[in-house]
């Protein structure tokens, strides 16, 4: 069964940095996208960043762009999110996808972690 469960979330201050994870376990997903969101209260989910199967392209909001920089390591089936001069409009529930046919398209989806970026 497939499961992806984030992690590295947290209490920062604006300015600061975050490294969040997305460990997937079932099946490996090494020939398809995967992709971070986010959602905040009252918000509807917003893409956030995507990579290809391979790890050789990538595509950033552009509320992110040149902040955030996703990654992953296909041997350890697990993507990443390196967050840095985070901002309060960061923050939000952040969640993985996972089976992506395209940049904004996933089957599948972990459960999130939260970012919390005060002034």
């Known amino acids: 069964q497939v499961q992806l469960v984030e992690s590295g979330g947290g209490l920062v201050q604006a300015g600061d940095s975050l490294r969040l994870s997305c460990a997937a376990s079932?099946?490996?997903?090494?020939?398809?996208?995967m992709g971070w969101f986010r959602q905040a209260p009252g918000k509807e989910r917003e893409f956030v960043a995507a990579?290809?199967?391979?790890?050789?392209?990538?595509n950033y909001a552009d509320s992110v762009k040149g902040r955030f920089t996703i990654s992953r390591d296909n041997a350890k089936n697990t993507m990443y999110l390196q967050m840095n001069s985070l901002k309060p409009e960061d923050t939000a529930v952040y969640v993985c996808?996972?089976?992506?046919?395209?940049?904004?398209?996933?089957?599948?989806w972990g459960q999130g972690t939260q970012v919390t970026v005060s002034s």
């Open positions: 079932g099946r490996t997903f090494s020939s398809y996208n």
């Open positions: 990579i290809t199967g391979s790890g050789g392209s990538t």
């Open positions: 996808g996972a089976g992506g046919i395209s940049w904004y398209s996933y089957r599948y």
